[in-house]
């Protein structure tokens, strides 16, 4: 479905928007065009993006929140294989609401990335490229986006229901004990996001606060 929003709102700053049915601003300048992007994410794409770029996913992506993240740091602190290989692959912190009829799954928000933070250097460390959620990450997470090269995107809240729509494929890969926590298989195509946190250090929520210090009239 098309959609033009103009001004979105992450954790509570406001970001550029992510363009799908794209049209001129008022201002009579172009939008910026969003970069499509396939998974699985290579190394050569990551270290191009750049925070704040937009972004379309399309690929596959894998769901996992606290639950499931504890459980995949704890095998690989004991050295057992995963239940699903993710070098180079991209977790999206969500829990999917149950799939509606002729649906894959329902409704598919962000969760709220910090819960993730203590798990998410080991996970990066066994090559897990991307992550996608809501909210900052701790000096320490953003310290291993650099160190293991890969990217933290922001997912636009509120939309819980539009970016369901833009999974095209749904299926329990692992812990299936974890209820709608389990780590899901998704099919995506065109899912929106933002860089927040990209490899060279940059974090978009600390140079949007900065902008807006300022009285950037481009914020």
Same mark, same amino acid.
């Given at each position: 479905?098309?959609?033009?929003?103009?001004?979105?709102?992450?954790?509570?700053?406001?970001?550029?928007?992510?363009?799908?049915? =794209?049209?001129?601003?008022?201002? /009579?300048? *172009?939008? #910026? &065009?969003?970069?499509?992007?396939?998974?699985?994410?290579? +190394?050569? !794409?990551?270290?191009?993006?750049r925070a704040g770029d937009e972004v379309l996913l399309s690929?596959?992506?894998?769901?996992?929140?606290?639950?499931?993240?504890?459980?995949?740091?704890?095998?690989?602190?004991?050295?057992?294989?995963?239940?699903?290989?993710?070098?180079?692959?991209?977790?999206?912190?969500?829990?999917?609401?149950?799939? =509606?009829?002729?649906?894959?799954? /329902?409704? *598919?928000? #962000? &969760?709220?990335?910090?819960?993730?933070?203590?798990?998410? +250097?080991? !996970?990066?460390?066994?090559?897990?490229?991307?992550?996608?959620g809501k909210g900052k990450r701790s000096r320490e997470v953003?310290?291993?986006?650099?160190?293991?090269?890969?990217?933290?995107?922001?997912?636009?809240?509120?939309?819980?229901?539009?970016?369901?729509?833009?999974?095209?494929?749904?299926?329990?890969?692992?812990?299936?004990?974890?209820?709608?926590?389990?780590?899901?298989?998704?099919?995506?195509?065109?899912?929106?996001?933002?860089?927040?946190?990209d490899v060279q250090g940059r974090d978009l929520y600390e140079?949007?606060?900065?902008?807006?210090?300022?009285?950037?009239?481009?914020?």
């Open positions: 479905m098309p959609l033009n929003l103009r001004r979105v709102r992450l954790s509570g700053i406001n970001l550029p928007s992510i363009i799908l049915g =794209r049209s001129p601003s008022r201002t /009579g300048r *172009a939008m #910026p &065009t969003p970069i499509d992007l396939h998974t699985p994410l290579r +190394p050569p !794409l990551v270290e191009v993006l690929g596959v992506v894998y769901t996992a929140r606290d639950a499931a993240h504890e459980r995949l740091a704890r095998m690989l602190s004991h050295g057992e294989a995963l239940p699903v290989d993710l070098r180079n692959q991209v977790i999206y912190y969500c829990a999917p609401t149950p799939a =509606r009829p002729g649906r894959p799954i /329902g409704s *598919a928000g #962000p &969760t709220t990335a910090s819960r993730m933070d203590a798990y998410t +250097p080991s !996970l990066l460390a066994a090559g897990v490229r991307g992550m996608i953003r310290d291993a986006i650099r160190q293991f090269r890969a990217v933290y995107f922001g997912a636009v809240e509120g939309t819980a229901a539009l970016l369901g729509e833009r999974v095209q494929e749904a299926a329990v890969i692992a812990f299936p004990d974890l209820g709608p926590e389990a780590i899901y298989r998704l099919v995506v195509d065109k899912f929106p996001a933002i860089v927040v946190n140079e949007g606060r900065e902008r807006y210090r300022r009285g950037d009239s481009q914020f």
